[in-house]
């Protein structure tokens, strides 16, 4: 499976963001995720979503900001960004993990390039 992250962009505090991540073969039996990661910091985890969509989990300083979804016929899944403040601001990465339920950690198999998110004050 390969992945590919993009819809990211330069945005004003407040604006709204939706980057996608469509991959390569049919991910329906794959928990997705996606996490960020600021310069000189860890990736961290913001949100992941089971293969069959029933089930979610999210970073808990982004729930009710951010929203995670999949199109399985697209394959291909994506992240609602709402109300965007200059601390969202990194690289978003998706990933992949042939599994049906979610993973809030970094154990996945596959992960995409990363799209940059930066937005300004």
């Known amino acids: 499976v390969q992945l590919q992250a993009s819809g990211g962009g330069l945005v004003q505090a407040g604006d709204s963001l939706r980057p996608s991540c469509a991959a390569s073969?049919?991910?329906?039996?794959?928990?997705m995720g996606w996490f960020r990661q600021a310069p000189g910091k860890e990736r961290t985890f913001i949100a992941t979503i089971s293969s069959s969509g029933s089930n979610t989990n999210y970073l808990e300083s982004v729930k009710g900001q951010f929203t995670i979804s999949r199109d399985v016929a697209k394959n291909t899944v994506y992240l609602q960004m709402n109300s965007l403040k200059p601390e969202d601001t990194a690289v978003y990465y998706c990933a992949a993990r042939y599994t049906g339920s979610i993973i809030t950690s970094t154990q996945y198999d596959y992960w995409g390039q990363g799209t940059q998110v930066t937005v300004s004050s």
């Open positions: 073969g049919r991910i329906r039996s794959y928990a």
